[in-house]
């Protein structure tokens, strides 16, 4: 099946790419806005397409030199905190690579990625790549939270160096052991995407920022120690854990350009939960993702804050305070004032693809409401003459929607399986074409 090709969507990302300096200058320039108690309100999910001033964007060339880099700042501002800058300097050292992975189907890399200071964090990737294919690899880029040993049962993978969740099997205080190789081999089903000529790229979370909102370990205690200014926010209440993470995987991005065994131009950002709003935040920030999968990521990520359904801004302030910076916490019993909702940020991704994957059981993460914020953000994909969102309704249990603005729902409860890492490739195929075609 050849992808869907949009010729405006097309000459949108030429442009995207002539203006992406500009991106984040607002934010960047300390732009001032409102505090939250002044902001209007606003029952239903806001115009994207409406400038911050009321002014509505004109043309496509606003969107991406005015109101994209505004959406970006306002996000910034009011909800994620900064993504931490790109290093200065950053090192890429190949520490091992085994061909014969999976019986012989895979070559494994692992990599450290460093940034040349002793109290800078380290990040070790996991790279799988097919040993059967033409050309460089399409890759999946995900973050995951019990180590790249949990993936897969490999002893030549090491463990991961930081802090890990005690749900985590083998983890003993808090590290990990032997006991927890290959403990979320099912959750990942790596065979099947190589089966299917895709790589697979992955990092713990903790090597960037623990997961705790009682201790800050990574980047934002190198910034701290260093003098980073805005950037550095230590605080559970003020972190912005997700902004973390999402820099981990511009990072990840930042090697996976330079491997000659992976195709620079498909790179797909994928995550469950936690690591699903970190993929979208991630893809809506750089334009090297060519798609992003967010997999049941519910509030905070692809659920509306103003949604009735399931986890709420308060909720979700309260029990993970360190996700989210301290502006988003005044809007706990207010969030028809935030001057955005999620269809925003899935948004800032267009052109690009978007898939959203739910569960019928994941009340929780509000599957119904994902829909509805597929469809607000629908008005801007289709601006850039990129399609949208192909239906009116949500598609019956197990049919995936492949439209641009791409929905599936299962049977099931919040969780990652290989039914669904089979969707995430149908949709893959759709929009950059089977692995071994032409870019």
């Known amino acids: ?26 934010a960047a320039a300390g732009a001032s806005f409102p505090d939250a108690g002044e902001l209007p ?24 030199s005015q109101r994209r880099p505004e959406l970006q700042a306002l996000f910034q501002h009011y909800m994620y905190g900064r993504i931490p800058p790109k290093p200065e300097r950053a090192e890429f050292k190949t520490e091992a690579v085994y061909k014969d992975c ?77 006991a ?30 623990s997961d705790r909102a009682d201790v800050s370990d990574g980047v934002y205690k190198w910034l701290a ?7 550095a926010k230590p605080e559970p209440h003020d972190r912005g854990t997700i902004a973390a993470w999402a820099w981990g995987f511009h990072r990840a991005v930042d ?10 131009k498909r790179i797909v950002a994928v995550g469950h939960s936690r690591n699903g709003k ?20 519910g509030c905070g990520g692809t659920a509306p804050s103003r949604g009735k359904v399931g986890e709420s801004v308060k909720q979700i302030n309260k029990n993970f305070p360190h996700w989210f910076n301290a502006q988003f916490k005044k809007f706990d019993d207010q969030p028809e004032r935030l001057p955005f909702d999620q269809h925003c940020l899935i948004a800032l991704v267009a052109p690009r693809p978007v898939l959203l994957p739910n569960a019928l059981e994941d009340a929780w993460a509000n599957p119904g409401g994902q829909f509805e914020m597929l469809a607000a953000a629908e008005p801007v994909y289709k601006f850039l003459g990129a399609g949208g969102l192909e239906a009116k309704e949500m598609p019956p249990l197990g ?11 299962r049977a099931g409860k919040h969780s990652m399986t290989r039914e669904d890492w089979k969707v995430f490739l149908d949709f893959a195929d759709r929009h950059l074409g089977p692995p071994g075609g032409q870019p």
Request: proline letters at 8%.
């Open 399 to 409: 049919k995936l929607l492949d439209s641009p603005l791409g929905y599936f729902i």
């Open 255 to 264: 090697y996976l350009v330079t491997d000659g065994d992976l195709h620079p």
């Open 102 to 178: 999976l019986g012989g189907k895979a070559t494994l890399k692992v990599v450290r990625i460093s940034f040349g200071a002793a109290n800078a964090p380290a990040i070790d990737l996991l790279v799988l790549v097919p040993n059967a294919r033409k050309g460089p690899a399409p890759v999946f880029l995900g973050m995951n939270f019990c180590g790249n040993h949990a993936l897969l049962n490999d002893p030549r993978i090491p463990l991961t160096r930081g802090w890990v969740y005690s749900s985590c099997r083998g983890c003993t205080d808090g590290h990990a052991t032997e």
């Open 1 to 26: 099946m050849k992808p869907k090709h949009h010729p405006r969507a097309a000459r949108t990302r030429l442009l995207l790419r002539a203006v992406l300096p500009a991106v984040g200058t607002l």
């Open 41 to 64: 309100a606003h029952a239903g999910p806001p115009d994207p397409l409406v400038m911050f001033n009321g002014r509505r964007v004109a043309s496509k060339e606003e969107w991406l």
């Open 180 to 209: 927890g190789r290959g403990s979320q081999a099912d959750d990942w089903a790596l065979e099947q995407t190589i089966d299917r000529g895709y790589a697979l790229a992955s990092f713990c979370s903790s090597d960037i920022d």
């Open 278 to 297: 970190t993929a979208l935040l991630a893809a809506a920030f750089d334009e090297r993702i060519a798609i992003s999968i967010p997999l049941q990521a």
């Open 225 to 231: 120690q260093t003098g980073g200014g805005p950037d």
